[in-house]
């Protein structure tokens, strides 16, 4: 699971999803993790100035819960 700052669709856009999925992929096959997946978790990070209350950061944790839970 790997964390993404920004928004999805712009790191789509610039092709960082498809670069690191298989920049990972290939490390864990060189480690000899032949089934790895990547899995990106976006909009992690806050910029100055935007107020965030706990239940932000207990949705983020609850994405991961979901997604490790489905492995």
Do not use: P
Not at 27 to 48: H, K, P, Q, R
């Amino acid at each position: 699971m790997a964390l993404v700052g920004g928004d999805k669709e712009s790191f789509v856009q610039m092709g960082w999803e498809k670069n690191i999925s298989d920049y990972l992929k290939n490390m864990c096959s060189y480690l000899g993790i032949e089934d790895a997946d990547v899995t990106f978790l976006c909009n992690t990070v806050v910029f100055d100035g935007e107020e965030l209350h706990a239940s932000y950061y207990q949705s983020l944790l609850s994405q991961v819960r979901d997604m490790v839970d489905a492995l």
